[in-house]
């Protein structure tokens, strides 16, 4: 059994929306899952019903073999990061993160251990005099991270803990952010919508679309293999068009025959693939070939992308700087086999 659990879980607002809808998930000890989908997919309310702020409809979740469904929020022992880093202002960090222990009434002593080696991981023992608003957004977001990890919670949960900073912040702190995880070993789950901050930092990913998880599976399989054209639009493909299964074979609407190195079972799929991916056909290739006008071309540094009108729609083409077209010009788009995945609309 795996370590955490979420079995069929419903959740609806107002006895009217729907929020999950029968969602199942499992995450291994000392993993690091994220919940990756737009806003209102259900992602947030997934983590605040295992942080026990909102009671499923139904449904159940474990955690260690336990059934925490019904257990009250300050009796699950969880570390919590949200958006805002909700420090006290008028404490020293040393007294921030000190704090949960000292609700817990925990002796002087093993409190001042304690958060003087839950510093020392994130690197925070120098400015353990300083206060909130004598640091950077980094600095504080660590802080926050020091004080859910220092009451040494079986589960850590983080809801979009790297919204409010820069680029360069948010970065460097997803480094941070997995190079703790991995060093204490802590089993946690990390709400983001941003798919590069989370494929960058997590074990498994769970895509989320309507309450409901279309895939979960590693990053790396996700970005090479979508499942569904919702995972595929979601993070980053951009060219989609209409097949059917005819034989060994895939065709699009006028007869044009695509073959592909996995095939699906289902006989009317969407067929996708990344702009980098496609090729000029100069070889008179009779399959996975679309005859195309160039339309908008952009400059991007190393390539040129085009924009090129197809009888199966509009196709985002990546090409070398050397291998330039005008708009107007006619094109011969090759789709190789290997590249074009399948996936289910």
């Known amino acids: 059994m795996a370590f955490m659990t979420l079995e069929n879980i419903a959740v609806c607002y107002d006895k009217k929306k729907q929020i999950l809808k029968g969602l199942n998930l499992e995450v291994e000890k000392g993993e690091l899952v994220s919940l990756l989908g737009p806003s209102g997919c259900g992602k947030t309310t997934t983590l605040r019903v295992v942080a026990g702020f909102i009671d499923p409809q139904e449904g159940t979740f474990r955690l260690d073999g336990d059934d925490l469904t019904k257990v009250p929020v300050h009796k699950r022992n969880f570390g919590l990061v949200f958006q805002s880093y909700a420090l006290f202002p008028h404490l020293s960090v040393y007294d921030n993160v000190a704090f949960g222990l000292k609700m817990r009434k925990m002796g002087k002593d093993e409190i001042d251990r304690k958060v003087k080696d839950i510093l020392e991981v994130c690197g925070l023992t120098d400015l353990a005099d300083r206060f909130p608003q004598q640091m950077s957004g980094g600095q504080r977001q660590r802080v926050a991270l020091a004080r859910a990890l220092v009451i040494e919670p079986k589960l850590l949960l983080l809801d979009e803990p790297l919204s409010n900073l820069d680029a360069k912040l948010r970065v460097n702190m997803r480094v941070e952010i997995k190079r703790i995880q991995k060093k204490l070993g802590i089993t946690t789950l990390f ?11 997590s074990d498994k990913v769970a895509v989320m679309n309507q309450g409901v998880i279309e895939q979960y599976d590693s990053p790396e399989n996700i970005y090479r293999h979508p499942k569904t054209e919702f995972v595929a639009r979601f993070i980053g493909f951009e060219n989609f068009l209409d097949l059917k299964k005819s034989g060994d074979v895939y065709q699009t609407a006028d007869g044009k025959v695509f073959a592909v190195e996995t095939p699906h079972e289902e006989a009317a799929l969407t067929g996708t693939i990344r702009p980098e991916d496609i090729e000029i056909d100069r070889e008179g290739r009779t399959a996975n070939v679309l005859e195309g006008t160039v339309g908008v071309r952009t400059f991007l540094g190393k390539s040129y992308q085009y924009e090129v009108s197809t009888s199966a729609g509009k196709f985002m083409v990546n090409m070398r ?17 290997n590249k074009l995945i399948l996936v289910s609309r």
């Open 321 to 337: 700087a050397e291998d330039q077209f005008q708009e107007g010009d006619p094109i011969r788009l090759y789709l190789p086999a």
């Open 191 to 201: 709400v983001t919508h941003d798919q590069e901050e989370c494929f960058s930092i």
